[in-house]
């Protein structure tokens, strides 16, 4: 009996160190530990022994199968630890790596800007937050006129300047307008000087308005347009437009001018564009077959003069449209907020 159990236990050992992974260690436990196995015949047979002899062989067996469970807990975690081998297929091809791309505001700027500069504008940068005189008074806005209502604006707290007021954060672009003619220097500029129109500005920045819905976010942007010569008329304003709505939306897109008011404008237009889904005949969308671009004009004289322009020498159209709506109108999005909450399923689209 003594010998046997030295045997199975020799026999064990053998096999376990022979295997060579998991699946076959946890057979090789089965036939050793299982049912039919000698270690589990040899416990049975302890009972037909004399009784004297019996704690003895208990024992031993016992024994035994601790130090086999042992050995088995060794190599397992031995077997464990060891990584398979890695096998590298030259053949297979390489794993991409996810390219980003423009958001879609960014997209869109860059064609505007393309667009325009084809046109002979050049890009220009103005303040974020400005003065008061810059993004109203001086376009004709004075103090407390209730046409500034219509700009919903966010005023900084910071004490009020004697000569340009109080600091806003600009609610539309046009505080670039008499920017850009100081810019360009007159004979009649504060400190003079020698240059002067003409101006073909397009300004691009951020806006903000206290508004939120489908089609307003505080935060959005404009691109302003503003062209100053001795002799420009409304059919250059039309002209324009049709050449970016064209290139923007598509041949089949026309522009149109409706009567409106702007203070800094004389005469002031919407400019609307003939919606994308019914190309002007009207549909659920639109209702009247058109969609508003945004303001245009031709530039009021007395924002000529507040930049030290002639108005008797010089005159010239602007407009202010958002770049928002604009790709709205173009990818017929229901709500603008959905290019600001940075979803990626939605941006990822574009
Ligand atoms: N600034 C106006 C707005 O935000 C849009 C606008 C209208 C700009 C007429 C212009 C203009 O330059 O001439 O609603």
């Not at 024994?63 to 398979?84: A, D, G, H, V, Y």
């Not at 059919?235 to 709505?245: A, E, P, Q, R």
């Not at 790709?327 to 939605?346: C, E, G, H, S, V």
């Amino acid at each position: 009996m003594e010998h046997l159990i030295k045997n199975t236990k020799r026999q064990s050992e053998t096999k376990i160190k022979s295997t060579r992974n998991l699946k076959d260690l946890e057979k090789v436990y089965i036939e050793i530990f299982g049912k039919d196995s000698l270690l589990t015949n040899l416990t049975k047979n302890i009972a037909n022994l004399p009784k004297r002899k019996r704690p003895k062989h208990g024992q031993l067996i016992n024994i035994t199968k601790k130090e086999i469970e042992s050995l088995f807990e060794k190599k397992r975690n031995s077997l464990k630890i060891q990584k398979p081998k890695a096998i590298i297929d030259i053949t297979r091809p390489g794993q991409k790596q996810p390219i980003g791309h423009f958001h879609l505001v960014s997209q869109a700027i860059e064609e505007i800007v393309a667009i325009f500069s084809k046109l002979g504008f050049s890009l220009q940068s103005y303040p974020e937050v400005d003065w008061d005189w810059y993004a109203f008074e001086s376009l004709n806005m004075p103090k407390n006129h209730p046409a500034r209502d219509d700009w919903e604006t966010f005023f900084v707290k910071t004490p009020p300047d004697p000569k340009y007021g109080q600091q806003v954060l600009t609610p539309h672009t046009s505080n670039g307008q008499v920017r850009e003619m100081e810019r360009v220097k007159t004979p009649a500029s504060p400190r003079g000087g020698q240059g002067g129109p003409p101006i073909r500005m397009l300004n691009i920045a951020r806006c903000y308005r206290r508004q939120i819905d489908v089609s307003h976010t505080p935060m959005f942007h404009q691109f302003e347009g503003l062209l100053i010569d001795k002799k420009v008329s409304i059919s250059d304003l039309k002209g324009t437009f049709d050449y970016f709505t064209t290139r923007f939306f598509g041949p089949q897109r026309v522009t149109r001018l409706r009567p409106h008011h702007f203070r800094f404008t004389e005469p002031s237009f919407e400019v609307d564009v003939t919606c994308g889904v019914c190309l002007g005949r009207g549909c659920r969308i639109c209702k009247s077959g058109w969609l508003e671009l945004g303001g245009a004009g031709m530039v009021h004289p007395k924002v000529l003069k507040n930049g030290h322009i002639d108005p008797k020498e010089f005159m010239g159209f602007a407009f202010g449209w958002g770049i928002e709506r604009t790709i709205a109108m173009k990818t017929d999005l229901p709500d603008i907020r959905l290019l600001y909450q940075n979803d990626i399923r939605f941006l990822e689209q574009f």
